[in-house]
């Protein structure tokens, strides 16, 4: 790694992790809706909801996993992972 990542860029990294590819992107995936445009109203059931927050803990917990038994990997693919999909994120 050229540099250590910021927390900022770590925590950009983390989120990306766990969301990217995961159940969020089939609920993106869908044909755009009106309900989009009306913020009173919701987007996302319970169901879906827990769906996502399981599956984003899950991938978390296995990053923090790795940090713990093999930090040099752990970096090593953070680092990857922001630079391929989160360099333009706010820091």
């Known amino acids: 790694m ?9 925590a ?16 993106h995936a869908g044909k755009y809706s009106e309900l989009l445009e009306k913020p009173e109203l919701s987007r996302i059931t319970d169901a879906e909801m827990k769906k996502l927050m ?3 803990s899950a991938a978390l917990a296995k ?5 713990e038994s093999d930090p040099e990997k752990y ?7 922001h630079k391929d ?3 333009q994120w706010e820091k």
């Not at 990053?63 to 940090?67: D, G, H, P, W």
């Not at 970096?75 to 992972?81: E, P, R, V, Y």
């Open 85 to 87: 999909y989160c360099w």
């Open 2 to 10: 050229e540099r250590p990542l910021t927390i900022r860029e770590e």
């Open 75 to 81: 970096w090593k693919d953070l680092a990857k992972f």
């Open 12 to 27: 950009n990294a983390l989120t990306c992790f766990a969301f990217r590819n995961g159940y969020i992107e089939e609920l």
């Open 54 to 56: 399981i599956q984003s």
């Open 63 to 67: 990053l923090l996993a790795m940090k």
